[in-house]
Antibody
Framework: EVQLVESGGGLVQPGGSLRLSCAAS????????MSWVRQAPGKGLEWVAR????????YYVDSVKGRFTISRDNAKNSLYLQMNSLRAEDTAVYYC??????????WGQGTLVTVSS | QSALTQPPSASGSPGQSVTISCTGT?????????VSWYQQHPGKAPKVMIY???KRPSGVPDRFSGSKSGNTASLTVSGLQAEDEGDYYC??????????FGGGTKLTVL
C-alpha cells in the first residue's frame, strides 16, 4: 500500500523555523517527483514546492521563495521541507504528495504548522 | 497564476446528478489535457477522483466523470450518495512546470 506520513509540524513564533518530514512507503520513491501542498484553515489548496526524482530541479510558489527549501533523501525514502522566516500567513496544514505538476496521488494525512506569538 | 474559478457550493438529492465547473484560461485548463479533481472530506487529506480531464484512478466509482470544453472543465457526480458530500477542488497544469488549483466547491447531498 502506498503511504505518505508527515511529521514535524507544531507551533512556532513568527520568524522561526521548522523542518517537515514525509516518510514514503509502498512505491519506488526515487522514481517520482514529490511535492508539498498546503491548506490554510478553512481555505483552499495551494501548491508550495516540488522536487525532481534526483533532487536536481526544485520549484517553489513565489510566496515562499528564499524562505523554504525542499529536499529529499532517496536512500531513506524521505521528503523534507525546511521552513525559515515563518510568517503568520504560513499557518496551514502541510501535505506531502506523490507527483509533480500534473496531479497528486496519494497525499499524506498532513501536519499542522501554526505560526503565532 | 490566478486560481481557477469554481462555484462555492453545489447540491443535489440522493440519486440525482450534479456538475461542478472549473473555469480557467487558455494558459491552463484550455491549453492542456491535465485537469484533475480532488475530493476532500472534513479533516481528511484530498483524494484524486479524476486526472487527465476524464480518467478515473482505480477504486474511484464510475459515478464520477470528468470533461472539458474550451477553458472550462467539469466534474459530474451521477447517482449522488451521502458519502459524496465534501469539498471538491480542480487543478490544472499551467505550463512551465506550474500547477494551479481552483478555490473549491462544497458539495451538499440534500
Amino acid at each position: 500500500e502506498v503511504q505518505l506520513v508527515e511529521s514535524g509540524g507544531g507551533l512556532v513564533q513568527p520568524g522561526g523555523s521548522l523542518r517537515l518530514s514525509c516518510a514514503a512507503s509502498g512505491f519506488t520513491f526515487s522514481n517520482y517527483w514529490m511535492s508539498w501542498v498546503r491548506q490554510a484553515p478553512g481555505k483552499g489548496l495551494e501548491w508550495v514546492a516540488r522536487i525532481k526524482q534526483d533532487g536536481s530541479q526544485k520549484y517553489y510558489v513565489d510566496s515562499v521563495k528564499g524562505r523554504f527549501t525542499i529536499s529529499r533523501d532517496n536512500a531513506k525514502n524521505s521528503l523534507y521541507l525546511q521552513m525559515n522566516s515563518l510568517r503568520a500567513e504560513d499557518t496551514a496544514v502541510y501535505y506531502c504528495a506523490k507527483g509533480g505538476y500534473l496531479w497528486f496521488d496519494p497525499w499524506g494525512q498532513g501536519t499542522l504548522v501554526t505560526v503565532s506569538s | 497564476q490566478s486560481a481557477l474559478t469554481q462555484p462555492p457550493s453545489a447540491s443535489g438529492s440522493p440519486g440525482q446528478s450534479v456538475t461542478i465547473s472549473c473555469t480557467g484560461t487558455s494558459s491552463d485548463v484550455g491549453g492542456y489535457s491535465y485537469v484533475s479533481w480532488y475530493q476532500q472530506h472534513p479533516g481528511k487529506a484530498p483524494k484524486v477522483m479524476i486526472y487527465e480531464v476524464s480518467k478515473r484512478p482505480s477504486g474511484v466509482p464510475d459515478r464520477f466523470s470528468g470533461s472539458k470544453s474550451g477553458n472550462t472543465a467539469s466534474l459530474t457526480v451521477s447517482g449522488l450518495q451521502a458519502e459524496d458530500e465534501g469539498d471538491y477542488y480542480c487543478s490544472s497544469y499551467a505550463g512551465s512546470n506550474n500547477l494551479v488549483f481552483g478555490g473549491g466547491t462544497k458539495l451538499t447531498v440534500l
